[in-house]
């Protein structure tokens, strides 16, 4: 069984930036594709960022492109979002999600999902 849990989530003012992290379990990640999706109150779930687990490219939505950044640590098994000069639009709850096979940015093509964490960026 595959197991996600994310965490690095908080307050923060607009323009700071915080470091989520998605522990990844139950499996070695060869293959897989590794994704950040967010939800706001009262939004469909998004893309936010992918990374695939052997080769590293990335992908980014163009909403966050340029202040995010995603990575893993494959010796950890964890997939990291880096959220610089945040907004706050950026407020959801963020999802780390992964799938076997390439990367996709519809939400409903990734099978494993962790709980979320959830940021917000408010004065």
């Known amino acids: 069984q595959v197991q996600l849990v994310e965490s690095g989530g908080g307050l923060v003012q607009p323009g700071g930036s915080l470091r989520l992290s998605c522990a990844a379990s139950g499996r070695t990640f060869s293959g897989y594709s590794m994704g950040w999706f967010r939800q706001a109150p009262g939004k469909q779930r998004e893309f936010v960022a992918a990374?695939?687990?052997?080769?590293?490219?990335?992908y980014y939505a163009d909403s966050v492109k340029g202040r995010f950044t995603i990575s893993r640590d494959s010796a950890k098994n964890r997939v990291y979002l880096q959220m610089n000069s945040l907004k706050p639009e950026d407020t959801a709850v963020y999802y780390c999600?992964?799938?076997?096979?390439?990367?996709?940015?519809?939400?409903?093509?990734?099978?494993?999902w962790g709980q979320g964490t959830q940021v917000t960026v408010s004065s």
């Open positions: 999600a992964t799938r076997y096979g390439g990367v996709y940015y519809d939400p409903v093509n990734y099978n494993y």
């Open positions: 990374i695939s687990w052997s080769g590293g490219t990335t």
